[in-house]
């Protein structure tokens, strides 16, 4: 007897130890935290499964954990692994927590759609009657509830306290028939404005702490809080989560991943990685490999999260490339099919394949990033129909001028401005050609063959000096500078086969330099949409872009004209642009689809039906050049031609020391006239008996 009583004494000494260590190590991490200023309060701090790691829950359900001595503190996940499978005990707690939270709200502070039937789980959404995606998922609440989910509605006005938003919802709140009132305001009626004590600011802030950012915002039975509205959008194939447990492969995808940040903590969380999928791993892709791996650090500090390359498709190899460890396929789809890919990257190029494909990702609710121009110009009216569908982004800076970040700077940077015109050049082949033929006097065909064996050109050079790569990329400048659909079908092209080095001698001697322009002008009659080789005056600095090089100038009403200049193709300046997309993706991806910026610069319901105008309705000034014979009275009867259609001549050269079989160049600068005009004048003068073939055409821009 005596000794059980010496033992049980000491065993309740070593519990009364035990629990005065527990509760030193609770209030030494607590002064810890306490001293770290931080604006999420710690609502509690337990010893963790792990001897000597304590558990610390913040408010709103998120954890972290700390040394007992409060030196160290850990953002993370922990995984126990029971019956040889990993469970990630910090997800468990935190979602116990959120589900406590949410679920212990009273039914009598929410609007809540019964499931038909039996219940067989709910959700809760927290909600915004302006938000029309939160619209969208009311409009699939009957489905639901006929499946067995009862939805549950909490106030969260996303633009805050004191909003429109927060009037609405609360005059739903304020409802004696709170379903009533929410079914009219989303139906866009409207209800009679009340006040009353209401649960409105409280779920406002309720979401807040649990980091709900925007509407909808979905919270599972479980306590998995779902941003945004395209994961419901699938809810045939949802399966409703009913355990914690997560797969090996998650794990470690954990254990293996670079972690986000080197900052200190300072109340923000460490997430997983967002995992890409790259799809092509040529030039573009190898690029974008390369520069993903090698500023890993600096592009996670700017995105907030790390971006992993998850799994590549590709046909082969790519020696420029490290990718050892980073799972291959030869299959595409099978990228935009993997449930662990956030994002798709498009870089194979093509109109079919690449079409079927970013549709494919769309619809599995996968972000996308593309350089394809071609792609965009010819089937992003639909591509963005379907993201926007989907609540997904679709990012395409890297489709026009390569490194040059001018989809950007016009979309966002500009929004302020009225745009009047934009004016660029937007094919290094081409200015690479036009650049040797005017510096070294060589011929045309002389200088592709030397663009094609440096790489310049492809094989079949047809997209590039015929205008259609620059016609594509004008395409989508056009849309987001003046707000209307994309139609390449409707753009005018002509190429650069047909420029003869004495042309680019004799705009030389005038003042000018011969470039292959893409022209966007907003008229009162309409759009100009135009490719072609341009004069341009020698002392613009768009003139003055030489080489592979390219720039694009945009004229605002606000900001007046600004030049981007900068590399338009080449490995790692495209990747430039790409992986830039990837960030804005990353830091947009849980944001309300409504408040993204719109893919054509302005909200999808406001784009103009402005038409394209045929080229013969665009106004241009000319360079005329005219082979004549060298008789009394020509020149006259060229001026009485252009003058009886209304078209002034700024200047005239005639070059009689380079008269050849009897025949004198007549060069003429006109002022500016309708295309058409010029074309009835065109059809005169080479009716003249005097006038021998065709007369050379370039159109003239002072692009001031």
Same mark, same amino acid.
């Given at each position: 007897?005596?000794?059980?009583?010496?033992?049980?004494?000491?065993?309740?000494?070593?519990?009364?130890?035990?629990?005065?260590?527990?509760?030193?190590?609770?209030?030494?991490?607590?002064?810890? %935290?306490?001293?770290?200023?931080?604006?999420?309060?710690?609502?509690?701090?337990?010893?963790?499964?792990?001897?000597?790691?304590?558990?610390?829950?913040?408010?709103?359900?998120?954890?972290?954990?700390?040394?007992?001595?409060?030196?160290?503190?850990?953002?993370?996940?922990?995984?126990?692994?029971?019956?040889?499978?990993?469970?990630?005990?910090?997800?468990?707690?935190?979602?116990?927590?959120?589900?406590?939270?949410?679920?212990?709200?009273?039914?009598?502070?929410?609007?809540? +759609?019964?499931?038909?039937?039996?219940?067989?789980?709910?959700?809760?959404?927290?909600?915004?009657?302006?938000?029309?995606?939160?619209?969208?998922?009311?409009?699939?609440?009957?489905?639901?509830?006929?499946?067995?989910?009862?939805?549950?509605?909490?106030?969260?006005?996303?633009?805050?306290?004191?909003?429109?938003?927060?009037?609405?919802?609360?005059?739903?709140?304020?409802?004696?028939?709170?379903?009533?009132?929410?079914?009219?305001?989303?139906?866009?009626?409207?209800?009679?404005?009340?006040?009353?004590?209401?649960?409105?600011?409280?779920?406002?802030?309720?979401?807040?702490?649990?980091?709900?950012?925007?509407?909808?915002?979905?919270?599972?039975?479980?306590?998995?809080?779902?941003?945004? +509205?395209?994961?419901?959008?699938?809810?045939?194939?949802?399966?409703?989560?009913?355990?914690?447990?997560?797969?090996?492969?998650?794990?470690?995808?954990?254990?293996?991943?670079?972690?986000?940040?080197?900052?200190?903590?300072?109340?923000?969380?460490?997430?997983?990685?967002?995992?890409?999928?790259?799809?092509?791993?040529?030039?573009?892709?190898?690029?974008?490999?390369?520069?993903?791996?090698?500023?890993?650090?600096?592009?996670?500090?700017?995105?907030?999260?790390?971006?992993?390359?998850?799994?590549?498709?590709?046909?082969?190899?790519?020696?420029?490339?490290?990718?050892?460890?980073?799972?291959?396929?030869?299959?595409?789809?099978?990228?935009?099919?993997?449930?662990?890919?956030?994002?798709?990257?498009?870089?194979?190029?093509?109109?079919?394949?690449?079409?079927?494909?970013?549709?494919?990702?769309?619809?599995?609710?996968?972000?996308?990033?593309?350089?394809?121009?071609?792609?965009? #110009?010819?089937?992003?009216?639909?591509?963005?129909?379907?993201?926007?569908?989907?609540?997904?982004?679709?990012?395409?800076?890297?489709?026009?001028?390569?490194?040059?970040?001018?989809?950007?700077?016009?979309?966002?940077?500009?929004?302020?401005?009225?745009?009047?015109?934009?004016?660029?050049?937007?094919?290094?082949?081409?200015?690479?050609?036009?650049?040797?033929?005017?510096?070294?006097?060589?011929?045309?065909?002389?200088?592709?063959?030397?663009?094609?064996?440096?790489?310049?050109?492809?094989? /079949?050079?047809?997209?590039?000096?015929?205008?259609?790569?620059?016609?594509?990329?004008?395409?989508?400048?056009?849309?987001?500078?003046?707000?209307?659909?994309?139609?390449?079908?409707?753009?005018?092209?002509?190429?650069?086969?047909?420029?003869?080095?004495?042309?680019?001698?004799?705009?030389?001697?005038?003042?000018?330099?011969?470039?292959?322009?893409?022209?966007?002008?907003?008229?009162?009659?309409?759009?100009? %949409?135009?490719?072609?080789?341009? %004069?341009?005056?020698?002392?613009?600095?768009?003139?003055?872009?030489?080489?592979?090089?390219?720039?694009?100038?945009?004229?605002? /009403?606000?900001?007046?004209?600004?030049?981007? +200049?900068?590399?338009?193709?080449?490995?790692?300046?495209?990747?430039?642009?790409?992986?830039? /997309?990837?960030?804005?993706?990353?830091?947009?991806?849980?944001?309300?689809?409504?408040?993204?910026?719109?893919?054509?610069?302005?909200?999808?319901?406001?784009?103009?039906?402005?038409?394209?105008?045929?080229?013969?309705?665009?106004?241009?000034?000319?360079? %005329?050049?005219?082979?004549?014979?060298?008789?009394?009275?020509?020149?006259?009867?060229? #001026?009485?031609?252009?003058?009886?259609?209304?078209?002034?001549?700024?200047?005239?050269?005639?070059?009689?020391?380079?008269?050849?079989?009897?025949?004198?160049?007549?060069?003429?600068?006109?002022?500016?006239?309708?295309?058409?005009?010029?074309?009835?004048?065109?059809?005169?003068?080479?009716?003249?008996?005097?006038?021998?073939?065709?007369?050379?055409?370039?159109?003239?821009?002072?692009?001031?």
């Amino acid at each position: 007897m005596r000794v059980t009583q010496i033992f049980a004494a000491a065993a309740l000494a070593l519990v009364s130890t035990f629990a005065a260590a527990a509760d030193d190590a609770e209030q030494t991490i607590r002064k810890t %935290l306490q001293s770290l200023q931080l604006d999420v309060p710690v609502e509690s701090v337990a010893a963790s499964p792990l001897n000597g790691l304590y558990e610390v829950k913040l408010k709103g359900g998120r954890v972290l954990y700390a040394s007992a001595d409060g030196q160290f503190v850990m953002q993370g996940y922990l995984f126990q692994i029971q019956d040889g499978k990993p469970v990630n005990l910090t997800e468990k707690a935190e979602r116990q927590a959120i589900a406590k939270t949410i679920n212990g709200i009273p039914a009598g502070e929410m609007v809540v +759609y019964p499931a038909v039937g039996q219940a067989k789980s709910h959700i809760t959404v927290f909600t915004d009657t302006t938000c029309p995606y939160c619209h969208k998922l009311h409009a699939e609440v009957p489905e639901l509830n006929k499946r067995g989910i009862e939805v549950r509605y909490v106030a969260f006005p996303r633009q805050g306290l004191g909003s429109p938003g927060d009037e609405q919802l609360q005059a739903v709140w304020c409802s004696s028939d709170r379903k009533g009132a929410l079914d009219k305001m989303i139906d866009g009626k409207e209800i009679k404005a009340a006040k009353c004590a209401n649960p409105v600011s409280k779920q406002f802030q309720l979401g807040q702490s649990i980091g709900v950012n925007g509407t909808p915002a979905i919270v599972l039975e479980n306590g998995q809080v779902i941003p945004g +509205y395209q994961l419901l959008r699938r809810w045939p194939s949802w399966r409703w989560p009913t355990s914690n447990s997560i797969a090996s492969r998650d794990l470690r995808s954990w254990l293996f991943s670079r972690p986000v940040s080197c900052r200190s903590f300072n109340g923000e969380f460490t997430v997983k990685p967002v995992k890409v999928g790259i799809c092509g791993l040529g030039t573009v892709g190898g690029g974008t490999f390369n520069v993903l791996q090698r500023n890993a650090e600096e592009i996670a500090r700017r995105a907030g999260r790390g971006i992993e390359v998850a799994q590549i498709a590709m046909r082969s190899q790519n020696p420029n490339c490290q990718i050892t460890g980073t799972p291959i396929t030869a299959d595409v789809f099978e990228v935009a099919s993997n449930p662990e890919i956030d994002i798709v990257i498009e870089l194979i190029g093509g109109y079919t394949i690449a079409r079927d494909l970013v549709l494919k990702a769309i619809e599995n609710g996968k972000h996308v990033v593309t350089a394809n121009k071609a792609l965009i #110009a010819v089937h992003g009216n639909e591509i963005f129909a379907k993201a926007r569908e989907k609540g997904v982004i679709v990012a395409f800076e890297a489709a026009v001028a390569g490194g040059i970040p001018v989809i950007k700077a016009i979309r966002e940077g500009l929004s302020a401005n009225r745009i009047n015109w934009v004016a660029g050049i937007i094919n290094g082949t081409g200015n690479f050609i036009l650049t040797e033929m005017r510096e070294k006097g060589r011929a045309f065909p002389d200088v592709l063959a030397e663009a094609q064996a440096l790489g310049y050109a492809e094989a /079949d050079p047809t997209f590039d000096v015929e205008g259609i790569d620059a016609a594509h990329k004008l395409t989508i400048l056009a849309s987001i500078a003046f707000g209307i659909p994309l139609q390449f079908d409707k753009a005018y092209t002509e190429g650069i086969t047909k420029l003869t080095t004495a042309d680019v001698n004799y705009a030389e001697a005038l003042g000018y330099r011969i470039k292959h322009l893409g022209v966007a002008r907003s008229t009162v009659n309409g759009i100009e %949409l135009r490719v072609h080789p341009t %004069l341009i005056p020698a002392d613009r600095l768009i003139a003055n872009v030489n080489g592979v090089m390219n720039a694009v100038m945009v004229n605002g /009403d606000a900001a007046g004209s600004t030049l981007f +200049y900068g590399a338009g193709a080449g490995m790692e300046p495209t990747a430039s642009s790409v992986v830039a /997309d990837l960030v804005d993706v990353v830091r947009a991806m849980t944001s309300d689809p409504e408040n993204r910026v719109p893919h054509l610069a302005f909200q999808p319901d406001s784009l103009s039906a402005h038409p394209i105008l045929p080229i013969e309705a665009c106004e241009s000034a000319y360079y %005329l050049r005219i082979q004549a014979k060298d008789h009394p009275g020509v020149l006259a009867q060229v #001026a009485s031609i252009l003058s009886e259609r209304g078209i002034n001549i700024e200047s005239i050269m005639q070059k009689e020391v380079e008269e050849h079989d009897g025949l004198v160049p007549m060069i003429l600068l006109t002022h500016r006239v309708l295309e058409q005009r010029m074309n009835d004048a065109i059809t005169a003068l080479e009716a003249l008996q005097d006038v021998v073939g065709n007369v050379v055409r370039i159109r003239v821009e002072q692009l001031n």
